[in-house]
């Protein structure tokens, strides 16, 4: 069984949809909780972090962890064609530690 | 600030062959790290630098890939002799020492087919 289980997609939505992103976790250790955007061809591009339990806000992206679940979430609202990429949810452990756990990626299509 | 760079952007080679790859992280972050995606699954981690230490090598997959990081600057992975199963895409990350940064900025990869 994987550590950490995402959709791979794809995910198809229109332009000013609200997207929502999952991912599962079995390791209760992780403590950080991160959203990675990547581009065909590019490395993977840090969206947002969490610390533990909780939401976040950043403009159109919201954050969401539920330790309790092992589930987090990440949401876009008024989503646009730019935002189509493929969306790493990744985790590590809270000390020492930081190599990333990170799951397969969703990939999101935003059609215009 | 110019980001993560690695060299080469793309690498075919024979079975049996050797390969090296280099990662010039972000100037002043002093955390290093490698990270690999084969075929059809998620980035796994491979290991991790602080300054020329080798903080946590315990992703690297067998003693045929050696890392290093000489001067605490820019790093090498190596594989010798490579296998068709290590082809993939081979990723890059740096990050500054300070504080909680959970922040790894990745470089492009270098996309590794071993035929």
């Known amino acids: 069984q994987k550590e950490v289980e995402q959709d791979p997609g794809p995910l198809s939505v229109p332009e000013g949809a609200i997207v929502s992103l999952n991912c599962t976790y079995s390791n209760s250790a992780f403590q950080y909780f991160m959203w990675y955007r990547q581009y065909s061809r590019k490395g993977p591009e840090l969206l947002m972090y969490?610390?533990?339990?909780g939401n976040k806000e950043d403009g159109r992206f919201t954050a969401q962890v539920d330790k309790s679940s092992k589930y987090i979430s990440l949401f876009i609202r008024d989503s646009q064609p730019s935002d189509s990429a493929t969306y790493l949810c990744a985790m590590r452990v809270g000390t020492g530690r930081r190599a990333l756990t990170f799951g397969s990626g969703t990939r999101l299509q935003v059609q215009p | 600030e110019a980001g993560v760079t690695q060299f080469p952007s793309h690498s075919v080679i024979e079975k049996g062959q050797t390969v090296t790859l280099r990662c010039d992280p972000i100037s002043g972050h002093d955390n290093l790290y490698w990270y690999r995606r084969v075929m059809g699954k998620e980035i796994k981690f491979l290991l991790h630098f602080v300054k020329e230490s080798k903080q946590d090598e315990s992703g690297m997959p067998n003693n045929r890939f050696l890392a290093e990081r000489t001067g605490g600057t820019y790093s090498t992975l190596k594989v010798q002799p490579a296998e068709l199963e290590d082809s993939g895409v081979y990723f890059c990350?740096?990050?500054?020492?300070?504080?909680?940064?959970?922040?790894?900025?990745f470089g492009p990869g270098t996309r590794l087919t071993v035929l």
């Open positions: 969490t610390y533990s339990s």
């Open positions: 990350a740096s990050s500054p020492s300070t504080g909680l940064s959970n922040e790894q900025f």
